[in-house]
């Protein structure tokens, strides 16, 4: 696909038509992030059928690791995206290229330091994350080569939102696409042909991951973006870096908060269920985050589109995006919906045909995903209000769900009826997260609606 750029005096956010323009940028956001899924599902996959349960749970134990550093990178991505995206709205070309370089010189920086980190400490941190006797040999093999790539991790995640924000959303699918592909090629050459187990699958993540910090570099400083990565602009200047935490800070401890819950849940499903449901629930959260990644694709969509129109004073055309994002993000998570209740067990097949794996783990999925359809409201009410600059408003709602409501469910409901009672924790939370986020979004429909009335006086 061509990376040509894009008209300064015609940008392609401006376009009247939201309709076509969240389309436009959904259905490449949506294909590059499912694609991105296929990282955690082939792994689970070729591990599951090459390694058995305990690869599977060895690599779940590591995911919430990889989460919190996924999550800098989101949050430095995000944060960077609301400002790029104002600031071209505005017209301030200068602004959002400063941004795009403290961006990179964060997401470099911070990656790297936990990185190092990481290293000597790392049977100390599986352990506290959940590793069993049983798991720790492959939690433990996996984790020392998946480190590595780190700030590739970091620094790719943070400049496709970047990308997004310039509307150029088929760029962004194609770093995922050509990261994914290189994964999905690799996997099997290392667990299989060269018998390397969760050590292959580790690997071949690494390896994709560098080639996607290549091509994303390649399209920043070759002059294919509408910015331009200029080595001066990674000096950090402090507003910006002040405004990308703030903003960046709902994603960071939705994506933290996931990552708590993670460990949390692995240690609880270890003392009620055992090792296999450990490696149930790494089954369930690879299917659940495939599911999830199209109303994602939305809401990664909805964030700039708003960002341009609410910094360009068209209040009228952010409203309408909201409308439109809602509705079909709801939408996809319903047939998501069902399709998981019906074919719940030939999923769970897909990782083995353990029997326990599959008694364990089939019961759980249901429920785990019983109001699914409502966590589009989450998505597009954090998604409005990171657009807006709306800080504090978004970190409340990514708190709510996962560390105010999940994990204390997650500690009464375990103890009184283990695994099931565990995976009730999702729905309950899952409820009354959508009816935060329908209260917040109602108040910044309404503050829309004022300054929509006060720009027509």
Request: glycine share 10%; with cysteine.
């Amino acid at each position: 696909m061509s990376m040509d750029k894009p008209p300064q005096n015609d940008h392609i956010l401006a376009d009247e038509n939201i309709g076509r323009l969240l389309w436009k940028l959904s259905i490449p956001a949506t294909v590059g992030m499912l694609v991105m899924a296929t990282y955690g599902l082939v792994d689970a996959i070729f591990v599951g059928r090459g390694v058995g349960p305990l690869g599977i749970g060895g690599i779940a134990i590591v995911f919430p690791i990889q989460l919190a550093t996924m999550a800098i990178g989101h949050m430095i991505g995000m944060g960077g995206a609301s400002i790029i995206s104002r600031s071209l709205g505005a017209g301030d070309t200068e602004r959002a290229e400063r941004t795009l370089g403290n961006v990179a010189a964060l997401a470099i920086g911070i990656s790297a330091v936990i990185m190092l980190l990481a290293f000597p400490l790392a049977d100390r941190l599986l352990k506290l994350f959940g590793a069993t006797e049983g798991l720790l040999p492959y939690a433990h093999a996996y984790f020392m080569v998946i480190l590595w790539g780190t700030p590739f991790r970091a620094f790719t995640m943070a400049n496709n939102n970047i990308i997004r924000s310039e509307g150029r959303a088929r760029v962004a699918m194609t770093t995922m696409l050509v990261s994914a592909g290189i994964n999905i090629v690799l996997d099997p050459i290392f667990i299989f042909g060269l018998d390397m187990g969760v050590k292959g699958a580790a690997l071949a993540t690494v390896i994709a991951m560098g080639c996607a910090t290549a091509f994303v570099a390649v399209y920043f400083v070759g002059g294919f973006s509408g910015l331009t990565l200029r080595l001066r602009a990674f000096a950090l200047k402090a507003d910006i870096v002040r405004e990308t935490f703030a903003i960046g800070a709902a994603s960071f401890v939705r994506m933290v908060s996931g990552s708590v819950v993670v460990v949390i849940l692995n240690r609880n499903l270890g003392a009620y269920g055992g090792d296999i449901a450990v490696a149930a629930y790494g089954a369930i959260h690879r299917l659940v985050h495939f599911a999830f990644m199209p109303m994602l694709g939305f809401a990664q969509a909805l964030q700039p589109v708003a960002g341009f129109n609410y910094g360009a004073k068209r209040y009228a055309k952010a409203k309408e995006a909201l409308r439109f994002a809602s509705v079909r993000s709801t939408i996809i998570g319903l047939v998501a919906y069902v399709l998981l209740m019906v074919f719940a067990e030939p999923m769970m097949k897909v990782f083995g045909n353990n029997p326990e794996l599959i008694r364990v783990g089939v019961p759980m999925l249901r429920i785990v995903i019983a109001v699914f359809p409502l966590v589009a409201f989450q998505l597009m009410g954090a998604s409005l209000l990171q657009a807006h600059g709306r800080a504090l408003s978004a970190f409340i709602l990514s708190l709510s769900r996962q560390i105010l409501i999940l994990i204390p469910l997650i500690l009464i409901l375990g103890p009184i009826h283990g695994v099931n009672g565990i995976a009730v924790a999702f729905p309950i939370s899952d409820l009354a997260a959508a009816a935060i986020a329908a209260v917040l979004m109602v108040a910044e429909v309404r503050y829309l609606n004022r300054m929509q009335a006060a720009e027509d006086c």
